[in-house]
């Protein structure tokens, strides 16, 4: 029986804290040689702790100089934290050379690093093209693990940046890029309700909704402000929370992702165990404020996937579901519904980690008046799948497209299926008309020991007749034969474009991306377009977890047909490669070594966008 005694409470959160501990320690270090005129910026906010915290920005006075083209400029801010011995598996620990304390001179960017915004410029035809200008690096917190930010960004809009291990939400300031200001701080003593952030989703007002995946801070029964009472196994655990923040981070409500009967106990497993079985580990999050409705994706209880990445103790600590929320009153969402994804033809009961509703990591939604569908992904199912109407009081989901039918498209070396493909970014075109979706590709032996897994990358659905279908959808892909080659039916997605990301590599894919919702017009200024002519993905995961990635950001072109080619004049300043490497000895901030870039944004100052 868990206690909820006050001195519990103060221990559990205590322990908590000490995740945040390394925040004591300080970075130092001068500016690297390879970045000799590197001037700095710093900017702090105070936390509701009493206790300062900072972006120092380190502007690359020549890469600026460079860029003074006379054209306004366009920026990719990419959220990375840093490397170290921190992120080695821990089957991988016996390896190290020497024993853990002495062996640390010999592991590769030992000591934790500063975690950082890196500002590269994006305007195609610059000089400084594909140069990181500025790394906004944070403080004193370290080993934040940077995760997502919002989707989308638009003018105006606070920067909302997760810190999955901190549990700390930022919010930064950049209408003055390439500098950043630090407007604000989300602690875990802010959150007590939710844990491990994942995601955010800004709304028209500025506000945002982030989704905590974790269950609160402290195990056993938690209440709310809203009148909910849960209980929770606890810091990482289940059931997770959605909240709302403002635009300083301020903390607006806290609601319980939990439903009051509890979810299905067979396929929502919790460890420690819960009274009441729990699938809630909201991941995935956008919404239609036109319509007044949210969604959010089921992942995974956090803290188990990260402890045994290779063996997860059990498979159904992935999650099937999606939820549906009513957003009316925006600081007191309501549950509306909670789906169950069906397995697909590919299910098989001896491996039901791959079956096609397992961990569902995000949800996307559609984006014109005249549609109210979404789609949602499965990472480890390998599928898309679609609702028509998520206004509905139990929307009705249904498989349109699995991986394997993608799979030859990235790379004619890859067999046909789905599974296991670790899926991360999905997202539907402002114009409704494609579907851009990022695989990491599948780990060889995933599927057994003669499995060579498969080559990720980024590929592009139509989805535009599943659409004019309306809620008349005839698409279903429950053949195998769907399963590789897409589905029969007239109105079922098909692929309009494909790129390999690091071919004939299993697992070496994106996991993230954006797109650029951006293009210059005829007054100079950059405006909003329905139609991205170009993609930015990021191949990092969660390093403890076992995907790793190579800590690549690549640029890809995108053709109104839905044509996919990798950008190669995006490269890499100190390789000459395609895609900018975070794997590197130097930075703006210092000699810290290799980086993890986990989310990106195309981003505009104020002053150059209308």
Known sequence: MWSNSPRWRKTVIGAAASLLAVGALTYSGANSPAYADVKTFVDSAKGSDGKQYWVKNHLVTSQLKAAEDGQRKKWLLVWAGDENIADTLVKDLKNLPGSLAGGLDKVTNALPGPDF????DATEGSPAYGKVVNTATVGPLVENEPHHMQYVWHKGDTIYAG?????????????ALPELKLKGISLPTNTLGGSVPDAYWTLKDGTAYGTYMGGPVVPGPHSYANGQTVVGNGFAGSPGALIRFDQTGKVLSQTSAATPQGDNEKLCANLPRLGKPSCANPHGIQAREDLNTLVTSDYAEPRNIILDPVKAPSPYLRRPTVRTWDISERDKPKLRAVSYLQDGPRADPADPLHQESRAVMETTVTNLPGHKGAF?????????????????PNPKWVEVFDDGAANKAIHPANDSNG?????????????DKYLYRAISGRGKGALGPNDPGTTGGVYVLDI????????????????????RNGGAEADCPTVAGAVPINPGQPAAGPHWGAYDNFTLGEDGFYHETKSPERLAVSNYFVARTGLDGDHKVNMLKLGKDGKLTLDTAFKDEFSGQPGINFNRKQWPHGAFGNAKPHSELFVIADADVK
């Open 163 to 175: 810190a999955l291990f901190a549990a700390a939400t930022y919010t930064f300031d950049v209408s």
């Open 376 to 392: 949602a992904q499965t990472m480890q199912g390998g599928a898309v799948h679609y609702t028509p109407d998520i206004t509905a």
């Open 117 to 120: 915004l890196a500002v590269i």
């Open 419 to 431: 599974g296991g493909s670790n899926g991360g970014w999905i997202q539907t075109s402002p114009d």
């Open 464 to 483: 535009q007749k599943l659409l004019a279908a309306g809620t008349n959808v005839k698409c279903k892909i429950d053949t195998l034969d769907e399963a």
